[in-house]
């Protein structure tokens, strides 16, 4: 069965730090997009930050950073581990929101992904 599942959130205040991760079991994230989004309350769920599989088989076959979070975040793999994980730095009140990581083989779109995290939330308040 396949679960990705999702780290890291928390409370911090504006200018600090995070690090989300994304454990995978029953699948290895190597071979697939994988993406991060988020939801804010009353909001549509965005793209935040996306990165390509390691072997170039996918569609997509980039690294991609929403302009709201470019310069501040970073995504990242540990093939070891089978996680993903989104450094985020100088975080702002803008930034709460519950954020998710999902995986597709194909694409990095929101609709198009095939699995989904159940989500981690993250709340930058003073």
């Not at 409370?11 to 939801?39: E, K, M, T």
């Not at 599989?53 to 950073?65: A, E, F, K, L, Q």
């Not at 302009?67 to 985020?88: C, E, H, P, W």
Request: include cysteine; proline fraction near 2%.
């Amino acid at each position: 069965q396949v679960q990705l599942v999702e780290s890291g959130g928390g409370l911090v205040q504006p200018g600090g730090s995070l690090r989300l991760s994304c454990a995978a079991s029953g699948l290895n994230l190597d071979y697939y997009v994988i993406g991060w989004f988020r939801q804010a309350p009353g909001k549509e769920r965005e793209g935040v930050s996306c990165i390509s599989s390691i072997d170039g088989s996918t569609y997509y076959s980039s690294t991609y950073y929403a302009d709201s979070v470019k310069g501040r975040f970073t995504i990242s793999r540990d093939g070891a581990k089978n996680t993903v994980y989104l450094q985020m730095n100088s975080l702002k009140p803008e930034d709460t929101a519950v954020y998710y990581c999902a995986a597709s083989l194909v694409d990095c779109i929101t609709h198009g992904m095939d699995y989904w995290g159940k989500g981690t939330l993250v709340t930058v308040s003073s």
